[in-house]
């Protein structure tokens, strides 16, 4: 069946610094490729998408690049603020659509 | 702007006691799901509605059962609650189609003891 694994967390970085969030898929075909963000005390939200190889997915300072050869999704951020702090999750969508499959989250905590 | 609204917020069962979760959404959206979510491990997909009228299981249905009253609305009951339940759960919604973003409520926080 489809599956996505995430890098474990949780990630800590100073503010500034590069973010790199891994994440790799397995599925039949091409999937459609998501980033969601969740917040302390919230539900999840959108952040980014990409839905066909090689399409780049951007919002708010983060990028991810939808990597057929490799089946990858990894998220980035050239500069992290303490208001990224949260857990980030990838997620995708099969071809012939039915349902959501979630990677487990990786909490990111921008220190000051 | 409400979105999806998941009530209530936080609750507190005793073993074998039933609730409710209620969920609704105002943005005409086909598509309804319940989640659960754990430390470690992720979403786990309870029930779904693909449309008004149809229900499906998902990955974890035991000791759960929906109702998808109206288009709006998406309900999610617990018979006879146990400890092993106690979770974040949340309902989403989304249009119907595999690039189509699901729009998640702020979650129920339910314990039982």
């Known amino acids: 069946g489809d599956s996505v694994t995430q890098m474990e967390g949780p990630v800590t970085l100073s503010e500034e610094a590069f973010l790199t969030i891994n994440c790799t898929y397995t599925a039949t075909g091409y999937p459609s490729l998501f980033w969601y963000v969740q917040y302390p005390g919230e539900g999840l939200q959108l952040l980014l998408k990409a839905t066909k190889a090689d399409d780049k997915g951007s919002n708010k300072g983060f990028e991810a690049t939808y990597r057929k050869e490799t089946t990858s999704f990894h998220l980035e951020k050239g500069s992290v603020q303490v208001s990224d702090s949260a857990v980030y999750f990838c997620?995708?969508?099969?071809?012939?659509?039915?349902?959501?499959?979630f990677g487990t989250g990786t909490k990111l905590q921008v220190i000051p | 702007n409400a979105g999806v609204t998941q009530t209530p917020k936080f609750q507190v069962l005793k073993t074998g006691q039933s609730m409710t979760l209620q969920c609704a959404q105002d943005m005409n959206h086909n598509s309804m799901y319940w989640y659960r979510q754990d430390p470690g491990m992720g979403l786990r997909l309870i029930y779904y509605?693909?449309?008004?009228?149809?229900?499906d299981k998902g990955e974890v249905p035991n000791g759960y059962n929906v109702s998808r009253l109206n288009k709006r609305e998406f309900s999610l009951r617990l018979e006879s609650a146990a400890p092993s339940q106690t979770s974040v759960y949340f309902c989403a919604s989304s249009d119907f189609g595999r690039n189509q973003p699901q729009h998640f409520g702020d979650g129920t926080r339910l314990s039982i003891l």
């Open positions: 997620a995708l969508t099969p071809l012939i659509y039915q349902k959501v499959t």
């Open positions: 509605s693909a449309s008004e009228g149809t229900t």
